[in-house]
């Protein structure tokens, strides 16, 4: 049994040179680690497009990594304008992205179903005017 | 075929020589959530899309090389970051089928 490392990022607003900073590092992180490939893999993207949802949706955010013996704990906050229908959010293909974001290759409304389902658990709370709160793990 | 390979297939340029890999599927794809949804792995992506988010794609979803269709071109940030993350990238003048069609057919690669 080994100690929790415990991870911090703080994603900045509409920057998304630096959004990516936090999945990279952990990426890495969890490579040194030894970490199977795959989970891996499937950390780094939910990890991605969550941070990009903070940089896009939320005008910025909090991420919380914690790494366990067994499982990857990802925490990613705000205090953006919040969700006002998350099943409807959640749907493959429904996005808010305004055009110049979509000219990036945003938009596709695929990001929190893919975050879904790459996690092995997937939690979002989210009130309209106080910000986004969502949990996931995946088992490593 | 390896992206070094690929990258001596006519009508195709080199805009950065990352780490060699082994090409083994292809997608041609510009929403980068839905290129994040699937699972591919030494795929060679076609895309038109030429910006910084492309490579952080690429990287996480450990593609074996990116094309930039339609002569379109990279931003200097993003070659910047394909260099640092070790990503080849490929410009041609093909749309990104033609693009993907020529590089299997020099590579000897079933679509
Ligand atoms: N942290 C957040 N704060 C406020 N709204 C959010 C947040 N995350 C997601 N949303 C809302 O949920 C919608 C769907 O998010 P999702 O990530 O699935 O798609 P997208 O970000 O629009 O496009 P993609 O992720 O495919 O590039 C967003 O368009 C936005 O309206
Ligand atoms: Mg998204």
């Known amino acids: ?23 990279a590092h952990c990426k890495a ?15 780094a993207i939910a990890l991605y497009e969550g941070e990009i949802n903070l940089a896009i949706h939320a005008g910025g955010g909090n991420i919380d990594v914690t790494i366990g013996d067994d499982v990857c704990t990802m925490h990613l906050y705000d205090k953006g304008p919040g969700i006002p229908d998350i099943p409807l959010a959640m749907s493959e293909g429904y996005s808010t992205a305004p055009d110049e974001i979509r000219s990036l290759g945003f938009g596709a409304g695929m990001g ?7 996690a092995d658990t997937f939690e979002i709370s989210s009130v309209v005017g106080e910000g986004t709160d969502i949990v996931m793990t995946v088992n490593i | 075929m390896t992206n070094k390979e690929a990258a001596g297939t006519a009508g195709f340029t080199v805009l950065c020589a990352g780490e060699e890999r082994t090409i083994r599927s292809f997608y041609c794809c510009d929403l980068l959530s839905h290129v994040m949804g699937q699972v591919l792995e030494d795929t060679c992506w076609c895309t038109v899309m030429g910006n910084i988010n492309t490579i952080a794609v690429a990287t996480l979803t450990e593609a074996a090389c990116v094309v930039l269709c339609h002569g379109i071109p990279a931003t200097e940030e993003m070659l910047r970051r394909a260099e640092e993350n070790g990503i080849t990238v490929l410009s041609t003048n093909m749309a990104e089928f033609d693009a993907a069609v020529a590089l299997a057919k020099a590579g000897g690669i079933a679509l």
């Open chain 1, 112 to 118: 929190l179903p893919n975050m879904k389902k790459y």
């Open chain 1, 29 to 43: 992180t969890l490579k040194k680690l030894g970490v199977d490939p795959a989970a891996i893999r499937r950390v």
């Open chain 1, 1 to 23: 049994m080994n100690e929790d490392i415990k991870l911090s990022y703080t994603v900045p607003g509409d920057d998304f040179t630096r959004a990516g900073e936090a999945s």
